[in-house]
């Protein structure tokens, strides 16, 4: 059973910064992908940014392009996402996901191909 625990949540100013880890029971480069999804009240959960799991490329959504940046440490068992210039819709839970098997070229950009989650963290931007 795969365990992910996500960490560093927490209420921001607009223009702030957080760092978000995620905390994992197996080894990173053994998944496919691992990528970080947030969810908005209301809404659909929502790819914000992966990392593939063979050659390391990462991946973000348009809103994350620029201000995000995803990372792992493979000795340690974390992916973590930095996300600087935060803006009030930015607000949202962020969960850590972990694909079990490989699911296609674009699969890291569906939550519904993923395999294992974590509880998630709540980020919350103030304007």
């Known amino acids: 059973q795969v365990q992910l625990v996500e960490s560093g949540g927490g209420l921001v100013q607009a223009g702030g910064s957080l760092r978000l880890s995620c905390a994992t029971s197996?080894?990173?480069?053994?998944?496919?992908?691992m990528g970080w999804f947030r969810q908005a009240p209301g809404k659909e959960r929502e790819f914000v940014a992966a990392i593939i799991g063979t050659n390391g490329n990462t991946y973000y959504a348009d809103s994350a392009k620029g201000r995000f940046t995803i990372s792992r440490d493979n000795a340690k068992n974390t992916v973590s996402l930095q996300m600087n210039s935060l803006k009030p819709e930015d607000t949202a839970v962020y969960y850590c996901g972990a694909q079990g098997t490989y699911r296609g070229s674009y699969g890291y950009r569906t939550p519904s191909l993923y395999d294992y989650w974590g509880q998630g963290t709540q980020v919350t931007v103030s304007s």
């Open positions: 197996g080894r990173t480069l053994s998944r496919p992908a």
